[in-house]
């Protein structure tokens, strides 16, 4: 079973910059790619992007150019680093893995507030 445990979450002010790390349990890390999701009150949950086994990256528009995801495959932590926040930018983040060849992301972690203050 793989687990998921997301931290580095916390309340800043617009313009600021947190990252989130995504710690995997398990040794077969390198083989999964690894996914951002969040979720704000009253809203679906929403893809933030994704960092595939062999580091390609992608993102949703709205955060192209301020957000980037990262993978440390000796660490079994992917990150997301999050550079001039908004108060849109307000959710509960999610990291996920998928394994190579799934058509879904298996494994969710627990979530961790972000909020961003104007």
């Known amino acids: 079973q793989v687990q998921l445990v997301e931290s580095g979450g916390g309340l800043v002010e617009a313009g600021d910059s947190l990252r989130l790390s995504c710690a995997v349990s398990g040794r077969t890390f390198s083989s999964y790619d690894m996914g951002w999701f969040r979720q704000a009150p009253g809203n679906e949950r929403e893809f933030v992007g994704t960092?595939?086994?062999?580091?390609?990256?992608n993102y949703t528009d709205s955060v192209k150019g301020r957000f980037t995801i990262s993978r440390d495959n000796a660490k079994n932590t992917a990150y997301l680093q999050m550079n001039y926040l908004k108060p849109e930018d307000t959710a509960v983040y999610y990291c996920?893995?998928?394994?190579?060849?799934?058509?879904?992301?298996?494994?969710w972690g627990q979530g961790t507030q972000v909020t961003v203050s104007s």
């Open positions: 960092i595939t086994w062999r580091g390609r990256t």
């Open positions: 996920a893995a998928r394994r190579i060849g799934a058509p879904s992301f298996d494994f």
